[in-house]
């Protein structure tokens, strides 16, 4: 038991601190380490850790993720992007549509890969109209964030949550999809109210000067992925059948075609997520046969400390995800979703508190990243100043929504 305790809280360790002190690894390679440390050590068997992973959560995030890849190799996204970019408006209406329009997509495909394709194009954008990018590049992070939760299968956490809890796709978009469009209304007016003196490009960042190619749309393909996501949501809402094994079987086909090499496509799959997946779920399923956190939480109860409230494990879900990231968070307090309001709101409170600070999810991370590229550095204290009132807001009206 000695070394599945130190294992998990150096996991855990890693998960806060992004990487092991002196130490040039990520969270995924953490995860794995600490998976493969308790196989090596015989505290976990073969057989305890295949059936500790969730492979219907592992086959629905891989499939969504070949989809959402189909529609960026396609040109969807750079079109789309493009023709909300064309519309001569001011910047406010152009931030409004920009962040419908990710909101949109984060619902219904994987909200990281959605904020890889969309933030080359934003910025692109930005620049051409003589824009400051900042704030429609953090419209790309907190409208993937926010608009990730109206559905199950807009994140990687909803996707596990759904499928541990077993929530119908109707039904948990009927609970979420209000508080998700309040949400993205929130993101707009947050960044109308702190840039509204600031919409103009101050200097010159990048290659301003050049002009991208235009995006050009490859129908045939689009429409295949569209006909092949609407199928998927079908099966989602209206059939019994396995949504890991609808979604895998899904992206498996998006493979076999004659027009992207399917080698393109797999190096586009995002797999430091599905390994962090994996390790996580062999690490915490690992210590949750230990016993220890069921005791911990049965202490905390006695003491008046009730996780096992959806109000409680609300707060607990929001606070740890900007600690710990979202993903193994919910890994950490899904057994304790007892009553049928906890899986919703867990998905609520580990997404909207995802806009509180850089580090609140893989989407954040990803935007900033890109802008940092091109020598526009959005600092820590420039995204919290937005992120905050945003995050506490939406986490608010989630709240609310609760009450209800």
């Known amino acids: 038991m000695s070394i599945i305790l130190v294992v998990f809280f150096v996991v855990y360790l890693g998960m806060m601190l992004g990487h092991l002190p002196w130490l040039k690894v990520d969270r995924a390679s953490i995860a794995l380490g600490g998976a493969i440390a308790l196989l090596a050590t015989a505290e976990v068997t073969q057989a305890q850790a295949l059936a500790s992973i969730d492979f219907s959560t592992i086959g629905m995030l891989f499939g969504l993720m070949l989809i959402s890849i189909q529609f960026e190799l396609s040109g969807l996204y750079g079109v789309l992007s493009s023709a909300v970019g064309r519309v001569q408006t001011g910047p406010a209406i152009l931030l409004a549509l920009l962040t419908g329009l990710v909101g949109i997509m984060s619902a219904f495909l994987t909200n990281d890969v959605v904020a890889v394709a969309m933030t080359p194009i934003v910025l692109s954008i930005s620049l051409r109209r003589g824009l400051n990018p900042v704030p429609f ?231 900033v990243d890109a802008a940092n590229r091109e020598g526009l550095n959005i600092s820590f204290g420039e995204f919290a100043k937005v992120g905050v009132p945003v995050a506490l807001s939406t986490l608010l009206i989630a709240h609310a929504n609760k009450l209800l």
């Open 137 to 367: 590049l953090l419209a790309i992070a907190f409208a993937a964030n926010a608009g990730a939760v109206a559905t199950i299968i807009g994140s990687p956490q909803n996707m596990l949550i759904g499928e541990k809890l077993h929530l119908s796709f109707a039904g948990y978009m009927g609970y979420a999809a209000v508080p998700a469009v309040l949400s993205l209304v929130v993101v707009w007016l947050a960044l109308v109210f702190f840039y509204r003196g600031s919409w103009r490009l101050q200097r010159t960042v990048g290659a301003v000067g050049e002009e991208p190619a235009e995006p050009v749309l490859d129908r045939l393909e689009t429409i295949k992925g569209l006909l092949i996501l609407g199928l998927i949501l079908y099966a989602f809402i209206f059939t019994q059948a396995s949504r890991g094994l609808v979604a895998a079987s899904a992206g498996a086909f998006m493979l076999f075609n004659a027009r992207f090499l399917s080698r393109d496509m797999l190096n586009r799959v995002d797999w430091g997520l599905l390994l962090l997946f994996i390790g996580l779920f062999i690490v915490n399923g690992a210590i949750q046969d230990t016993g220890m956190p069921q005791h911990l939480v049965a202490d905390l109860k006695a003491a008046g400390f009730n996780l096992q409230d959806s109000g409680v494990l609300y707060a607990v879900s929001a606070i740890l995800s900007d600690l710990t990231s979202n993903v193994p968070t919910v890994m950490l307090l899904l057994p304790y979703a007892v009553d049928h309001e906890a899986g919703p709101l867990m998905a609520l409170a580990s997404g909207l508190s995802s806009n509180l600070i850089v580090i609140g999810s893989l989407a954040n991370i990803i935007v």
